[in-house]
């Protein structure tokens, strides 16, 4: 069992930057792939950014790439995204995820809640 906990939301400005972190259980952080979801009002979770164990593959949807950054500290059992450039089309809730062995997302934080005013 992992847990996760978000922290970091808000409320920014548009054009402006905010950091997320997720902090996790457990004594093998450092071989789980982790993630950054979102949701918006009405509509699905979306996928955002995803970081292998050791911290070599990154991956971004298109929307945010160029602006958003994902890391990770194994050392602190940390995942972080990094928001620039914030755009009021990017207020969501955002989760972050544990990648299962299974090739499912299978472990989910409650989210922390950003919001960018125009």
């Known amino acids: 069992q992992v847990q996760l906990v978000e922290s970091g939301g808000g409320l920014v400005q548009a054009g402006g930057s905010r950091r997320l972190s997720c902090e996790a259980s457990g004594r093998t952080f450092s071989s789980y792939t982790m993630g950054w979801f979102r949701q918006a009002p009405g509509m699905e979770r979306e996928f955002v950014a995803r970081?292998?164990?050791?911290?070599?593959?990154?991956t971004y949807a298109d929307s945010v790439k160029g602006r958003f950054t994902i890391s990770r500290a194994n050392g602190k059992n940390t995942v972080y995204l990094q928001m620039n450039s914030l755009k009021p089309e990017d207020t969501a809730v955002y989760y972050c995820?544990?990648?299962?062995?299974?090739?499912?997302?299978?472990?989910w934080g409650q989210g922390t809640q950003v919001t960018v005013s125009a």
């Open positions: 970081v292998s164990g050791s911290d070599s593959m990154r």
């Open positions: 995820a544990v990648l299962s062995t299974w090739g499912t997302w299978q472990y």
